[in-house]
Every structure is written in C-alpha cells, then in structure tokens.
C-alpha cells in the first residue's frame, strides 16, 4: 500500500461572516501522487490549502499531513514541510508591510 501523506476526513469550515467554505471533505492524497485542485473562484480550493499547514482549523473534521495531525503541538514540524505559493504574484503578498509579510512564515514556523 502507498504511503499517505495527506488525509482529510469531514473537513467543514465556515469563514468568521458566514460563509461557508468547505463541507464534508474527505481527501487522501499519496506520496509521489500529483494533484490539481480545480474550481472556480470561492470554491474553497485555497481555503482547504490553508488547513493543511494549520493556518486555518476546520469546525469539525481532522487533517494529517506527513502522520501528523494538523494541531498546536505539530505546526513547526508541519510548517517546515509545507508551503503554500499562489498562482498570482499579486494574492501572495497579503500582509500590510512587506516585512509583515516576509515575517509571516518564519513567525509561523516557530521561528523568533
């Protein structure tokens, strides 16, 4: 059998006004496997891009990355392992400095 190195079961998340962005995912994703996540703008592809390095935390559902679940006491271990880049030069900056924004991932990972 493949080794897994993401599993999301019952994922649900809904944004802080209501909107509701994820429902019931369930994903397995194998090592040396490629994927593409499809669908149009709001479909909640970079929403569940989001939970897998613990940026967001889904209402209900878990998510294990590498055999690790997705919670406080592995986000450094998680964080050193995955990086989200997006598509558009412009959507990757989203910090209100540059240095903000430089910052965000090493503070993320554990890093002072």
Known sequence: EMKKIITVRNLEYTYPDGTRA????????????????????????????L???????GRQGSVEVLGMKVEEKNLI??????AIVFQQPEDQLF????????AFGPINAGYS
Do not use: C, W, Y
């Open 22 to 49: 994820l429902k019931e995912i369930d994903l397995d994703i194998l090592k040396g496997e490629s994927v593409g996540l499809i669908g149009p703008n709001g479909a909640g592809k970079s929403t569940l891009l």
């Open 51 to 57: 939970h897998l390095n613990g940026i967001l935390k």
């Open 77 to 82: 271990k998680i964080r050193q392992k995955v």
């Open 95 to 102: 910090m209100p400095t540059v240095f903000d924004d430089v």
